[in-house]
Nanobody, 111 residues
Framework: VQLQASGGGLVQPGGSLRLSCAAS????????MNWYRQAPGKPRELVAQ???????NYAGSARGRFTISRDNAKATVTLQMSNLKPEDTAVYYC??????WGQGTLVTVSS
């Protein structure tokens, strides 16, 4: 499977942004899909995860502000981010099964 992320950009604090990840190849519907992020000088961290059936888990920093969803028919996974904070600034990566990575998309939260 190949992953293509999109949707990053510059947003003001308190704003919202929607990241999308399109997957090619087979078996998407059985994959656990993840969004990770890596801020400058920091290790990559798991932000949100969604299982094949739609069960979602979130990092504490994302819970209540971010929503992960998937469309198995379209082979896409989405991260809806709201109430963004400057500390959410990072390169966001789509990931499948913990081992397959897409290219990152930069999210900058700044006034």
């Amino acid at each position: 499977v190949q992953l293509q992320a999109s949707g990053g950009g510059l947003v003001q604090p308190g704003g919202s942004l929607r990241l999308s990840c399109a997957a090619s190849g087979s078996n998407f519907r059985i994959y656990v899909m993840n969004w990770y992020r890596q801020a400058p000088g920091k290790p990559r961290e798991l932000v949100a995860q969604i299982g094949p059936g739609g069960a979602a888990n979130y990092a504490g920093s994302a819970r209540g502000r971010f929503t992960i969803s998937r469309d198995n028919a379209k082979a896409t996974v989405t991260l809806q981010m709201s109430n963004l904070k400057p500390e959410d600034t990072a390169v966001y990566y789509c990931n499948a099964q913990g081992t397959i990575w897409g290219q990152g998309t930069l999210v900058t939260v700044s006034s």
